[in-house]
């Protein structure tokens, strides 16, 4: 390809991202509202608009305008020919959720197990299944599968790899390429990448906190990790090892994590360590176990609101270590932690006021999830449809 013919592409797939952006925010809209909200000239609108109508990834629409004429035509995303999978592993089972372009939910599953002693070779065999029934669902509905996006709690190095997950006990795992293998789809695109990661880029594109320039999500599910948006892109890292604040050494004679360390966050105030410090949860499921949990907790039992407040104070302090390095304007607590934040915020908000360096913890809020079940497979989402939002669009075929 030749400098000037690549150059064409790459302003091409400029333009269409801007187009594409502006549908998101403004549509319903006509060709002259983006023309006139892009900046783009009304000849390149109309060429951008006929290839996405071509594309079914938008489609024409009418709205009786408040003056007397014919009704405008106007243009809406269309989400009726592709969506993308996202996939999550974590000590509380598998999920599966599945978006179409236009940002409507065509599928969302949880199931149990495999359990984090199952291994890795069963637990992709497990994600295999549900994905590969994911993708008949999708496809029955007249959509085509743009891509698939795991979620993990653990290092994932660029090649999709789990290098550690001490939650599930796993070192080098080649997920991303045996995971591919066991659907044998090279149509669809798998990619990896760590739980908290993906759960922060749901937080920074829906909900309340849209937008929000510097945004930490804390996921404790299976170990304790922090997806990280900073000056409004997530933070990835030389290696994207980012985030793996469950892995700062609190307490020198602490309990062991399973890194193979003492007491470190992990350790101490992940779902898991909680849980293993309550007595009478004997149900196996640790999703059982949570609700057990909340409502003891909710109806006030000392020695849990006790457990929880501890597992609190130590999070305020790993908390407080990133709000010193980064100066977040909020901290989501995400997964189980949203669905506890009644119980933890009180000592989490103590401890880092303490801890932060700066006057008021550097304005930094403490907030729940409202992704609390979610937010990583939705981010997995997000993840898959990507190329999308840079103007790589599908091809006809």
């Known amino acids: 390809m030749s400098t000037q013919t690549a150059d064409h592409t790459d302003i091409r797939a400029t333009n269409l991202a801007a187009v594409l952006g502006f549908l998101r925010r403004q549509a319903p809209c006509s060709r002259a509202a983006i023309a006139s909200g892009t900046g783009l000239n009304k000849a390149t609108v109309t060429s951008i608009v006929g290839d996405l109508l071509d594309r079914r990834l938008v489609r024409e ?10 009704p405008a035509t106007l243009l809406v995303l269309d989400g009726s020919a592709y969506a993308a999978i996202g996939l999550e592993v974590s000590a509380r089972g598998l999920s599966a959720l599945a978006y179409d372009t236009a940002g409507e939910q065509v599928l969302r599953w949880h199931r149990a197990g495999p359990g984090v002693d199952a291994g890795p070779a069963k637990t992709i065999a497990a994600l295999a299944a549900l994905a590969r029934r994911a993708i008949t669902t999708v496809q029955s509905s007249g959509r085509r599968v743009l891509g698939i996006t795991v979620g993990v ?12 997950a001490a939650g599930l006990g796993w070192r080098d795992v080649a997920l991303q390429a045996d995971l591919a293998a066991a659907l044998g789809r090279p149509d669809i695109p798998v990619n990896v990448d760590n739980d908290a990661s993906l759960a922060v880029l749901a937080e920074h594109l829906y909900g309340p906190l849209a937008g929000s320039e510097n945004l930490i999500e804390l996921n404790g599910d299976t170990g304790v990790g922090a997806g990280i948006i900073v000056d409004g892109r997530p933070l990835r890292g030389h290696l994207g090892y980012v985030g793996e604040i469950g892995h700062l050494r609190l307490v ?9 360390r ?5 350790a101490l105030a992940s779902l898991p360590a909680i849980l293993s410090r309550i007595d009478g949860l004997t149900d196996p499921d640790p999703q059982i176990q949570l609700e057990h949990l909340i409502r003891r907790a909710d109806a006030g ?3 849990v609101t006790k457990v929880l407040a501890e597992a609190g104070t130590h999070l305020g302090h790993g908390i407080a270590a990133l709000v010193n390095i980064l100066n977040p304007g909020y901290v989501v607590l995400g997964g189980s932690y949203a669905l506890l934040a009644t119980h933890l915020s009180p000592t989490i908000t103590k401890s880092l006021h303490e801890s932060a360096i700066a006057p008021d913890a550097g304005g930094c809020t403490i907030v729940a999830s409202t992704f609390p079940h979610t937010a990583t497979p939705l981010g997995a989402t997000a993840q898959a449809l990507a190329p999308l939002t840079m103007g790589h669009l599908p091809s006809l075929a």
Request: glycine share 18%; proline share 5%; charged share 20%.
């Open 61 to 70: 629409t009418q709205q009786t305008q408040n003056h007397v004429g014919r």
């Open 153 to 164: 709690p653990g290092l994932v190095n660029r090649d999709g790899a789990v290098v550690l």
């Open 252 to 260: 020198a004679d602490g309990p062991v994590c399973g890194c193979g």
């Open 262 to 266: 003492r007491g470190c966050l992990e």
């Open 301 to 303: 039992e000392a020695a």
